[in-house]
């Protein structure tokens, strides 16, 4: 076979690598520009001809992905929701010590959900609420994967090992983040306060939780119960 006639083979199958709708760079190119329009004029504002033009597409090509507004945003929180969780996966990853595992959690956390970006998402999705509970359901409460879960995993483990006393870890788990982040957040979401709080507030915040939260569940070595 020529060179030429090798590499006009090679480029074809290069076109044809992804069928109608499953290119990811395209998919993600697409989410990238409707993203940025829903943050910057809300769900409702937003229209398709807007998202094309943001994301450098053609309308029927954001058709071949997805069905409808209502999908394109519901794709974007899926892809925020899993990123979030990835990084609190990625902070907790081989960490054994339970302070220092807590630590990391909490202020991974709470930098993530104060930040400009996450603010403006969960502002929007707040508007979407009561239209499109199943999405808020799914971002919240998926039981499969999500920034609560990846905490329940570790509490979990240190269960385990000995170095806490958990009767209920979902609550626990939910009290431990709202320790962590509920006044920041709320502060945030509400306008209250006009820029994500320091890396250093959000520390002195966070060590304050975990002692709290380790006065409630954790075990002392020299608790008889544990022996």
Do not use: W
């Not at 590499?7 to 760079?25: K, L, Y």
Request: proline letters at 3%.
């Amino acid at each position: 076979m020529s060179d030429e006639r090798s590499a006009s083979c090679d480029t074809a199958a290069q076109a044809g690598r992804f069928a109608a709708g499953a290119d990811p760079v395209k998919r993600e190119q697409i989410l990238d520009g409707a993203k940025r329009v829903f943050m910057s004029v809300g769900f409702d504002a937003a229209s398709m001809n807007d998202i094309t033009r943001e994301a450098g597409v053609s309308k029927s090509t954001i058709y071949v992905y997805f069905a409808n507004k209502d999908e394109l945003f519901a794709a974007i929180m899926e892809r925020e929701r899993m990123q979030l969780t990835q990084s609190l996966q990625d902070l907790l990853s081989g960490i054994e010590d339970v302070e220092e595992g807590l630590f990391r959690y909490g202020v991974g956390f709470a930098l993530q959900v104060t930040a400009v970006g996450t603010v403006s998402a969960m502002r929007t999705m707040i508007a979407v609420a009561s239209r499109m509970p199943q999405l808020s359901g799914q971002f919240f409460q998926q039981e499969t994967l999500n920034v609560r879960t990846v905490l329940e995993h570790f509490l979990e483990q240190q269960v385990a090992r000995g170095t806490l006393r958990v009767d209920d870890i979902p609550l626990a788990a939910r009290q431990y983040i709202e320790l962590c982040t509920g006044t920041f957040f709320k502060l945030c979401l509400f306008g209250v306060a006009r820029t994500p709080p320091s890396t250093s507030e959000i520390e002195r915040v966070v060590t304050g939780a975990m002692k709290l939260f380790m006065a409630g569940y954790g075990v002392k070595k020299s608790d008889p119960s544990m022996q």
